[in-house]
């Protein structure tokens, strides 16, 4: 069925299973239905009450553990067009499993892997990457909090655990999980037989997150070590596969690229790619270049002597090198379009579409949504205005996590907005704040209401005839915990919008190229 997920668990812990299946009972699952299948090896009973729960449950006895017997088992059941499987050592975050399902619908992407995390909010799963020997590790493992930067946004990885792996049910059919594995290496084998399969990415889904009580299973079985038999057959894997070779193999390409001169966004879109590879030259000469790129395509004049051609096209005008757009498009190798739209402009002069592939640019991974908090006016001697609660504010890094505080004076220590009106600056923020003890008015209290804005404030002065979002006079928790409800609302719904674009950003652009490159020079 389509719109369904089958997810599937080995388990034999009933403490275990009930806690997965309570966290998939709170998830958000709009948009598409799921179903739960479990290969139960327990001594005992199962306590499992599938009428406890929403979801269908079918829980099968099946002896003894084998992770990849038993999963490949429970996958030929699944009824869903997409499989999910899932260590019964983890306990899902409320919207995990929407965010997976979100990126597993993009035609791009052929395996998704969530943000895993210990019980210490330290980082578990970020993706699995090979070191020089050709070895998978998991990136910045138990080094850095699962929010961090560095693994907030999505990435195109190698490969990733087998903890949370979800793919289409028709295509795990096609490679499954290799039974010849006893304990381990069973996933990092399937993503990398996966990508010989199909040519699609495996993703990483910053915001698909969950606990994950790691080797919990495992020490239940008495499998703490990974047998060498199975080390034996991830490192003859490693050395059949390309792919685990992601950054030995980019060696392989040497690029140039044409465009225009630094300090211009085409300049900036070469420079994303060139961070990854790295034999690459941009606007000079590079006589053993196999891949010659042209961004964009009025750069091209005539194809080099030896090497592969490729020119980006952005928008067509017919104004303006319409002739140069026919002809380059007809010229090079292969043509690169920045949309749908533009790859359809190319191909209308007869374009091949196997000669055209579309590679968005989207946004730079800082850009994201962020609260921001107005201040108005200048602090007094005396704390009057409230300032203490200010600086509380601002101390708190958990809380300015996604958020800001501006001003129209340095006087509070926070970054100052200056505009011609002060009703742009009113217009330009989320909410007032009025940290003042003591008011007659406030004034921008006032501006701000008219400008449509409105404040955060305690009830004095004028405010409590007007309306405003109410905090208890001089107290910082009641505070915290309005702007904090305030700032998750906001987040949540400007992320209905952000979250269309969020695997759009340079890596994405810079992955995609290179793809593409080892795709035309039959590398991949």
């Known amino acids: 069925m389509t719109n369904k997920i089958s997810i599937l668990t080995i388990s034999q812990n009933n403490d275990n299973l009930t806690n997965l299946l309570d966290s998939i009972e709170k998830s958000d699952t709009k948009g598409f239905e799921i179903e739960f ?34 999963n490949n088992l429970l996958a030929s059941k699944a009824n869903g067009q997409f499989v999910l499987f899932l260590n019964d050592d983890i306990i899902l975050d409320q919207a995990c499993l929407s965010n997976a ?105 910053a915001n698909a997150t969950a606990i994950h009580y790691e080797n919990v299973t495992r020490r239940l079985y ?39 001169k630094p300090g211009w966004i085409m300049h900036r879109m070469a420079r994303e790619i060139a961070k990854k590879l790295p034999n690459t030259v941009i606007n000079a000469d590079y006589p053993d270049a196999n891949i010659h790129y042209y961004i964009n395509y009025g750069y091209f004049n005539k194809k080099p002597a030896n090497g592969i051609v490729v020119a980006n096209f952005t928008h067509y005008d017919p104004d303006k090198l319409n002739d140069k757009w026919e002809s380059s498009a007809h010229e090079v190798d292969h043509c690169v379009a920045i949309s749908n739209h533009t790859k359809s402009s190319v191909k209308a002069f007869n374009i091949p579409e196997d000669k055209i592939t579309v590679i968005p640019t989207g946004a730079d991974a800082s850009f994201k949504p962020k609260l921001t908090i ?76 008219a400008c449509g804005t409105m404040s955060i404030a305690p009830a004095i002065g004028v405010i409590p005839d007007f309306p405003h979002i109410e905090y208890k006079w001089n107290d910082i928790d009641s505070l915290k915990s309005i702007i904090r409800n305030l700032k998750n609302e906001y987040i949540e719904r400007k992320q209905r919008v952000s979250h269309t674009i969020e695997q759009y950003n340079w890596d994405y652009w810079a992955l995609k190229h290179i793809a593409l490159f080892h795709k035309l020079l039959g590398t991949k």
């Open 37 to 70: 299948h479990c290969s139960w090896n327990g001594n005992n009973q199962h306590m499992i009450n599938p009428a406890n729960y929403s979801f269908e449950i079918s829980i099968v006895e099946e002896k003894p553990y084998h992770f990849s017997k038993n």
């Open 101 to 205: 399902y979100h990126q597993i619908t993009n035609s791009n992407v052929g395996i998704v892997g969530a943000n895993l995390r210990f019980k210490n909010n330290n980082i578990q799963h970020a993706g699995v990457f090979f070191d020089d020997k050709n070895m998978p590790y998991h990136r910045y493992k138990n080094q850095i909090h699962y929010q961090d930067p560095r693994v907030s946004n999505n990435l195109v990885v190698p490969a990733i655990t087998g903890a949370f792996l979800m793919l289409e049910k028709d295509e795990f059919l096609q490679i499954q999980f290799d039974e010849r594995c006893d304990v381990a290496a069973q996933d990092i084998i399937l993503c990398l037989e996966y990508k010989n399969f199909f040519d699609k990415d495996i993703l990483y889904v």
């Open 222 to 260: 008495d499998q703490r070590l990974t047998p060498e038999s199975d080390l034996m057959l991830l490192k003859k894997s490693t050395k059949s596969f390309e792919s685990p070779k992601f950054i030995n193999r980019n060696q392989q390409i040497k690029l140039r690229i044409i465009t225009e």
């Open 374 to 449: 107005g201040l108005v006016g200048r602090i007094y001697d005396g704390g009057r205005k409230g300032e203490n609660l200010v600086q509380s504010l601002l101390a708190d890094n958990e809380l300015m996590k996604n958020m800001q505080i501006v001003s129209t004076s340095d006087s509070w220590g926070v970054p100052t907005w200056n505009f011609d009106s002060m009703a742009d600056f009113y217009r330009s923020v989320d909410y007032l704040l009025v940290p003042a003890l003591y008011e007659g008015g406030p004034v921008p209290f006032m501006e701000a209401l």
